[in-house]
């Protein structure tokens, strides 16, 4: 029974395809008016002015990002120090065995 399916469906996919209308008649269809008419309508200038929210009441009464204390800062500005030494300190052992791998590589085809 499984043969038989999928004997069915590999049959089916040729008369599938075939039922496709060729990419050719497509392609015909778009010829340079159909495509630069809406990029040019596209690039025309805005004539229309901008519109005030109603909803909106005061724009100065919008409130920032909190205030960070010079401590903080300091502080956050330590740590992001520390995890960039790391991060170096991490791509320096991964260039030095890196290194040793191909050096080991080289011993390897000398020696054969």
């Known amino acids: 029974m499984m043969r038989f399916t999928r004997f069915a469906a590999l049959a089916a996919l040729p008369l599938a395809l075939a039922a496709c209308d060729s ?45 960070v204390s010079e401590a903080t800062a300091k502080a956050n500005a330590e740590e992001a120090a520390a995890i960039a030494a790391e991060a170096q300190e991490a791509a320096d052992a991964a260039a030095a ?16």
């Open 23 to 67: 990419a050719s008649e497509t392609v015909d269809e778009a010829d340079a008016a159909s495509v630069e008419e809406p990029a040019e309508a596209a690039l025309e200038p805005v004539t229309e002015a901008p519109v005030e929210d109603p909803e909106i009441e005061d724009l100065e009464a919008v409130e920032g990002p909190p205030a």
């Open 97 to 112: 065995a890196e290194e040793a791998g191909n050096a080991l590589d080289d011993l390897d085809g000398i020696i054969d």
